[in-house]
């Protein structure tokens, strides 16, 4: 048996007071003692920004690598060794800018990888720039009069590589994050976990509209499969699809009753109704929070061994002396 | 057809086989060499070939080439070329300037139609005339694409299925020439096209047709016979490309080191052909991961250095510019990594099939910060497999990127290779942290002596710690910006390569080491280099030869041989790039150069040239 402290390394964490990362490195914690993998099996792999930082403050192996190519340093570390429990640490400029093509593609190769994105729309390091997440208009000193740009949705990136499972969780909600870290590691493949942090410095209220405990019952719908898709402080708002839309109604208002609401299915492979999850924006709709998406598929990991085991075992070629009888041989 | 045949006997003897990057060029030179090494030839062979797949046919831009150097004392592919068997006329112009003077042009004269001659822009119906070939250069003029329509004309095959055969004519018109006997030629076609009865008949029946059409008309040429050599111990052998044999030495490595092979790596050319290699070796427990891009290849194999492999990237020149950052991080890192940089023309894209020494400074320099590592290159297509093993085992011991040099020349070029018995290459002790290091582990854990960092990975329980990119204190290994500290970790990562030179071999002087004049060269150009010495020597000129392979550190004993000397040229295939290094590190030798950057290896004959005006 693990308590968190056995995942905590000796290095004093040196995140500024108030960061969301904070309370998601705790709860990770938790969440690998509960897991109950010994810290010498998980590898803890990052690129670099505050969030890839987390390395350091925890036991288990860990490799700070270079800016954007975690997720390909990470695929390297399972491929080689898929005994292992490999997290990657991102944020979203690290993922999404300078590292979007390792993204989608260690989430197009499903290598199982359980990947800690942290989102909060800005680049910190570097002191107050865009990221690929930051809305548009967004004024930073890189953009003194607002971006032109447009932003990526993360989820919209992991379902369009073919990804097999995307997760949600804000940064101060504790349990939700807990719960998706314990999915993502029972899941084969590239599990994506977007936490919405908070950046005290230089986006301070990013998500303040989901921010305070009593705002979040009514704006937030935390998704479980299987589990019909109400949320609310009453706890009877909920989903339907209107047309090809979803929308939020009221159980016992219009006629409406709890066995109308939609059945989150997590495991389906149309990933269309995911989309339309993952993409709810507030005032009209909540957003969504949980395990949005898991679809079981063989991982990269995997198919690499079992097509070296299928080869090694049809194959005459044991050893490298069998390698060298197997060239034409000219005697002289 | 009157002349009278002449046997001549040769100690060796170059052909070039060239024609549309389609025509099977490289097939039939391959299949020569091959036949030529059972018969106990020593050979050397050169791929010429375009960047670009499939130029219009016939056109000056889709010629390709194949030579091969056969006989004894072979260190090169050759510089010129005896035989010349030449397709079309766009071949021809291409190649005409490597034909000796009393060389032999075989062509085939269906091609060289009015059409023909203006696709290849010849302006004249007399392209022999046009080129200034030589009168004493015989001219065998073979319809060859109409020989092979009748040699297969009871075939079911498509006209095009046909021509395409016709490339094995010349074959057997070579073999009968060179008196190749045809059974081992349809031995090798057996190996080559045993999946395809039909198209093994086809190509059986046209090599055949090649021969006898040779014997039956007594081509008013000599054939030749070209000696055995004497020069090769006994044993078993077989005819290995450098890229082959790059990625076998790195099998050799795992198998001794008792570390997983894993390799990282994106197709470039000329260095794919290691990725192939290495993808197929899944029985030997080889993972090669094709990549997403050159960073990604690095850094996959990064990772699974990380977690205990022997882990290998493979590229060429734009990919290593590509990769530089995440070697950095192998140094910073202080884990063991393979690099090979099979070199091209260069910069940008540049000649991606041609062959030149130019990353020598990148790899030495290329990164940012103070970035030392191991550097060292492999002088021919067959002792590509000693270096992969050596770059392997020096990076397992010594916990160090390792770059490991070799270019489109020996990498795509075969020669001879002795099979080894994996019993008799060196050890491998991969610098694993001893067990008595359980629970006080660190990411700066070294020998004391030696500086070497231990290794340690996930799986290994009481020895978790923390490694990156970041600057480590040199006790604790925690993150630090503390100037001190900054400075003993640049003096340890320093003196841990420097140290290396302790394990490297000693350098030897080949030639005439009492000789006025050291010729130096690294890498590829060993045979070219040597053949030059020996000529001269033979003459009477008194030469030496010190040739690199090892690069950074420099063996031990170097600065001493190359102090000997009253004259120091040193040869290289880019603007000067060991001369550079070698001032630095010698100041006070006054270097002299000599360099080409043609995208073609040296001619022995070009050096020859230059040494003599020394």
Request: proline share 5%.
């Amino acid at each position: 048996m693990f308590t968190a402290k056995d995942y905590k390394s000796d290095q004093y964490v040196r995140w500024c007071p108030g960061c969301g990362d904070h309370a998601v490195i705790s709860t990770l914690q938790k969440a690998m003692a509960e897991i109950g993998i010994p810290p010498h099996q998980i590898a803890v792999i990052s690129g670099i920004g505050c969030s890839s930082r987390i390395p350091y403050y925890l036991s288990p192996y860990g490799f700070h690598t270079i800016h954007g190519r975690g997720a390909a340093v990470a695929t390297g570390v399972k491929v080689a060794h898929p005994e292992l429990c490999v997290w990657q640490a991102t944020g979203d400029g690290d993922c999404l800018a300078i590292g979007g093509n390792h993204f989608i593609h260690s989430v197009r190769r499903n290598v199982d990888l359980n990947v800690l994105l942290f989102n909060n729309q800005i680049y910190g390091l570097t002191k107050g720039q865009y990221s690929p997440t930051s809305a548009k208009g967004f004024v930073t000193k890189s953009s003194p009069f607002g971006t032109v740009e447009r932003p990526f949705v993360p989820a919209e990136l992991v379902f369009g590589a073919g990804g097999t499972f995307f997760a949600r969780a804000l940064d101060v909600d504790l349990e939700t994050s807990k719960k998706i870290m314990i999915e993502a590691v029972k899941h084969k493949g590239t599990s994506i976990l977007e936490f919405l942090v908070n950046c005290v410095i230089f986006n301070n209220g990013v998500h303040g509209w989901i921010a305070s405990k009593e705002d979040r019952a009514d704006r937030l719908i935390v998704l479980e499969d299987g589990k019909p898709m109400i949320f609310g402080k009453e706890r009877n708002k909920g989903l339907v699809l209107d047309g090809w839309n979803l929308k939020v109604v009221t159980i016992g208002e219009n006629g409406v009753r709890e066995e109308d609401i939609l059945i989150h299915d997590a495991k389906t492979v149309d990933y269309t109704l995911h989309q339309k999850l993952a993409t709810m924006q507030g005032p009209d709709m909540p957003i969504a929070m949980g395990v949005i998406r898991a679809v079981p598929c063989e991982s990269y990991d995997e198919a690499v061994q079992n097509q070296m085991e299928e080869v090694q075992s049809k194959s005459k070629i044991k050893s490298f002396d069998d390698l060298l009888n197997s060239l034409e041989h000219i005697e002289i | 057809m009157e002349k009278k045949a002449e046997q001549k006997v040769l100690t060796d003897v170059v052909i070039r086989f060239c024609g549309d990057s389609g025509d099977g060029m490289q097939l039939t030179g391959t299949l020569f060499s091959n036949l030529s090494a059972i018969l106990g030839n020593e050979i050397a062979t050169f791929p010429d070939y375009p960047a670009e797949i499939r130029a219009p046919q016939g056109t000056i831009g889709g010629v390709s080439g194949f030579q091969v150097h056969v006989g004894t004392s072979i260190y090169t592919p050759g510089d010129e070329a005896d035989v010349l068997v030449a397709m079309n006329p766009a071949a021809l112009k291409v190649n005409a300037h490597v034909l000796k003077p009393l060389g032999v042009l075989i062509f085939d004269a269906d091609s060289f139609d009015a059409k023909g001659l203006e696709k290849a822009g010849f302006v004249t119906d007399n392209p022999f005339a046009e080129l200034n070939l030589s009168e004493s250069i015989q001219l065998v003029p073979v319809p060859l694409s109409e020989l092979t329509h009748a040699s297969l004309k009871d075939s079911d095959m498509d006209n095009k299925s046909i021509l395409r055969c016709k490339n094995m004519f010349a074959l057997g018109l070579i073999c009968w020439l060179f008196n190749r006997p045809l059974e081992q030629a349809v031995h090798f076609l057996g190996n080559k096209f045993g999946k395809k009865p039909d198209l093994l008949q086809a190509n059986v029946k046209v090599v055949t047709d090649g021969f006898n059409y040779g014997h039956n008309l007594h081509l008013s040429v000599s054939t030749f016979t070209v000696g055995k050599s004497e020069n090769l111990s006994k044993g078993t052998y077989t005819i290995i490309s450098g890229n082959k044999a790059t990625a076998w030495g790195l099998i050799a490595a795992s198998q001794k080191s008792g570390r997983n092979l894993f390799l990282g790596s994106y197709p470039i050319t000329p260095a794919t052909d290691i990725l192939h290699e290495l993808a197929a070796r899944k029985d030997m427990g080889v993972k090669a991961i094709q990549a997403e891009d050159e960073i990604a290849g690095i850094c996959m194999a990064l990772g699974a250095s990380f977690a205990g492999d022997l882990a290998a990237t493979s590229t060429s020149g734009p990919g290593i510019s590509l990769k530089s950052e995440a070697i950095g991080l192998a140094v910073m890192a202080e884990l063991p990594l393979v690099v090979i940089d099979v070199m091209r023309g260069g910069p940008s894209t540049g000649l991606p099939t041609k062959t030149e020494q130019t990353d020598l400074l990148q790899a030495l320099y290329g990164r940012n910060g103070e970035s030392p590592l191991v550097v060292m290159a492999a002088s021919s297509p067959d002792d590509c497999f000693h270096y992969a093993f050596m770059a392997a085992k020096i990076a397992l011991e010594n916990m160090t990127p390792v770059i490991l040099l070799t270019d489109a020349f020996i990498g795509n070029g075969s020669s001879l290779w002795k099979l080894p018995k994996l019993a008799d290459l060196p050890e491998i002790h991969p610098h694993i942290a001893p067990e008595s290091l359980k629970g006080q582990f660190r990411a700066s854990t070294r020998d004391e002596k030696t500086k070497v960092r231990y290794w340690a990975f996930p799986g290994m329980e009481g020895f978790m710690h923390r490694n990156g990119g970041l600057e480590k204190d040199y006790v604790k290994a925690g993150i630090s910006t503390d100037g001190a500290n900054h400075a003993l970790m640049i003096a340890t990562r320093a003196e841990k390569i420097a140290q290396i030179a302790n394990a490297l071999p000693a350098m030897e002087v080949e030639g005439d080491e009492s000789a006025d004049v050291l010729v130096v060269g690294w890498g590829s150009t060993h045979g070219h280099l040597l053949n030059a010495v020996n000529t001269l020597n033979a003459e009477g000129k008194k030469m030496a030869l010190l040739h690199f392979n090892y690069i950074c550190p420099l063996p031990k004993n170097a600065h001493s041989l190359l102090r000997n000397y009253k004259k120091v040229v040193v040869c290289e295939l880019n603007s000067g790039q060991f001369v550079t290094f070698l001032r630095s590190e010698l100041p006070d030798v006054p270097f002299l150069q000599f360099n080409k950057m043609e995208g073609q290896p040296f001619k022995v004959s070009e050096i020859v040239e230059f040494l003599e005006t020394l």
